[in-house]
């Protein structure tokens, strides 16, 4: 029966804690400026590391997409809900992850749930980095698998907790970039290791997917192929600014999976509208590489200006820039601050990320213009200034 007593009392532990979230609304597009409210902000907050999530070719896609499609799929994708463009976009991330086939889902957290659960099953062992998206974290939860996660980036913790052999099935799972860190997985260091462990291989390349590796294709796409990296994960909602997730694998994979896999298939297809969005997307990644040029010039400005000042920098060369804060306190407090001078940057605690370790979750885009950079840096410069180093320690 439903306890309202306890709900509540839930709910005012994350008010005590300063664990509580409201999502602001945001009355514009996606973009460096946003509107909330009667004030405008700049943004340092989104995945749109592209910009590509408000370019009126991608608008103008989905609209014709619209007139020629309809505005719902009408069904999952088993039924009659699959349309020409669902089987284009399907056909054109496969290949542009240098894989035989690919599969298409509505969200991120659907593909993830559906790589892990149609694979592994009770008794069979699921090996996790502690930092994972949490999406891939429930998945291997929800198997009932014996679940191990080691600790962040450690592959000989990992190593160490795969030679115990087993009979089962086994998969070691991955982000591509950790999503509150920035940072990268040794992905080289996991083929092996899955290799010498027997076990599958599945990476979740949500920030890689745009932003890295040849033809943005990531950090799996063109430098492993499906022998090495058997299940690629992926969403169009961060770099393509569009929205949808795929899996992309050997053929025998994606057969499999448009068999079985409950979210591929009890589910309405997304509207194949999104589809024309996502293909323009590919279209543009393809035709605009000075995109990503630009991308890593304000990244690589923003952590010299950074460094200088002495900021709590992680070790990131991916668009995800956090300042690691540690306390809650703190970094709502900053995020506060921030907001009064007209910067969005979103506080991140936990449950998101491990406990002692809030931050600022700081992502840059193609679209940020120096100055706008330069506007971040002098605030946090000041906010730095009055919390030296030793407070940030402690
Ligand atoms: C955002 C994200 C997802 C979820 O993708 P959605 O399409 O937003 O559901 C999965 N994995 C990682 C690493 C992510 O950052």
């Not at 460096?32 to 995945?47: A, D, H, K, M, Q």
């Not at 593909?111 to 009770?122: C, D, S």
């Not at 600022?360 to 940020?368: D, E, P």
Request: hydrophobic share 40%; aromatic share 6%.
């Amino acid at each position: 029966m439903l306890d309202a007593a306890s709900l509540q009392a839930a709910l005012a532990q994350r008010k005590a804690q300063q664990l509580w979230r409201d999502p602001p609304v945001l009355d514009s597009a996606q973009g460096v400026e946003v509107r909330l409210g009667e004030s405008v902000y700049l943004n340092f907050c989104s995945n749109d590391y592209l910009g590509l999530a408000a370019d009126p070719r991608l608008g103008e896609a989905m609209v014709q997409g619209v007139r020629r499609w309809g505005s719902g799929s009408g069904a999952s994708h088993q039924v009659c809900g699959h349309q020409k463009p669902h089987q284009q976009l399907e056909e054109q991330l496969a290949s542009w992850t240098g894989r035989e086939a690919a599969l298409t889902f509505s969200s991120g957290y659907l593909a993830n749930l559906a790589a892990v659960q149609t694979f592994i099953k009770r008794g069979d062992q699921v090996f996790q980095d502690r930092l994972n998206h949490a999406s891939l974290l429930d998945a291997g939860l929800s198997t009932g698998a014996s679940s191990r996660r080691f600790q962040h980036l450690d592959y000989q913790h990992l190593d160490r907790l795969m030679s115990q052999p087993t009979k089962n099935q086994r998969m070691l799972i991955s982000d591509g970039v950790f999503s509150m860190d920035g940072d990268q997985a040794d992905l080289q260091q996991l083929v092996s290791l899955a290799d010498k462990h027997q076990a599958w291989l599945l990476i979740d390349d949500a920030h890689g997917l745009g932003v890295l590796g040849a033809a943005a294709a990531g950090l799996v796409g063109q430098q492993f192929n499906s022998q090495q990296v058997p299940l690629l994960t992926g969403t169009l909602g961060k770099a393509l600014g569009s929205a949808g997730a795929f899996i992309a694998a050997d053929q025998l994979v994606i057969d499999y999976l448009r068999q079985f896999a409950r979210q591929y298939i009890y589910t309405t297809a997304q509207p194949a509208a999104q589809a024309c969005a996502s293909l323009e997307a590919l279209k543009l990644l393809h035709e605009e590489p000075e995109r990503r040029q630009q991308l890593f010039a304000k990244i690589a400005y923003f952590r010299q200006q950074a460094l200088t000042l002495g900021l709590p920098l992680m070790a990131s060369s991916t668009p995800i820039q956090p300042l690691l804060l540690k306390t809650n306190e703190r970094a709502v407090r900053w995020s506060q601050a921030l907001k009064n001078q007209g910067l969005l940057v979103m506080a991140i605690r936990p449950p998101t990320v491990p406990k002692g370790s809030a931050r600022l979750r700081i992502t840059l885009t193609a679209s940020h213009e120096r100055h706008h950079l330069d506007q971040l840096l002098d605030a946090l410069r000041t906010l730095h200034l009055h919390e030296p180093e030793e407070a940030i320690d402690g």
